[in-house]
């Protein structure tokens, strides 16, 4: 694209930096400079990334929990 840099665009001089989540196109913010949008753009791919991670370990957190309270079932059947 013109601005150099990925998400950014330029609207009468006037830097937006969108990103594309499920589809749909997020606004993001502006700046008077390309790399001022692409700050932007780069904080919010992190955040989005980050945010992923954390879903990723609070379902492996989740599972471990599972995975416990089906051993202690099992060790208290055989304890029976």
């Given at each position: ?21 499920a ?8 700046s ?33 929990v ?15």
């Open positions: 694209n013109a601005s150099g840099f990925k998400g950014v665009g330029c609207n009468h001089g006037v830097f937006q930096a969108r990103l594309v989540a589809g749909k196109p997020i606004y993001l913010g502006r008077g400079t390309a790399e001022g949008a692409a700050l932007l753009y780069a904080r919010a791919r992190a955040a989005a990334a980050l945010a992923e991670e954390m879903e990723e370990e609070m379902e492996l957190q989740k599972n471990q599972i995975n416990t309270k089906e051993l202690r079932v099992n060790l208290d059947l055989l304890q029976m």
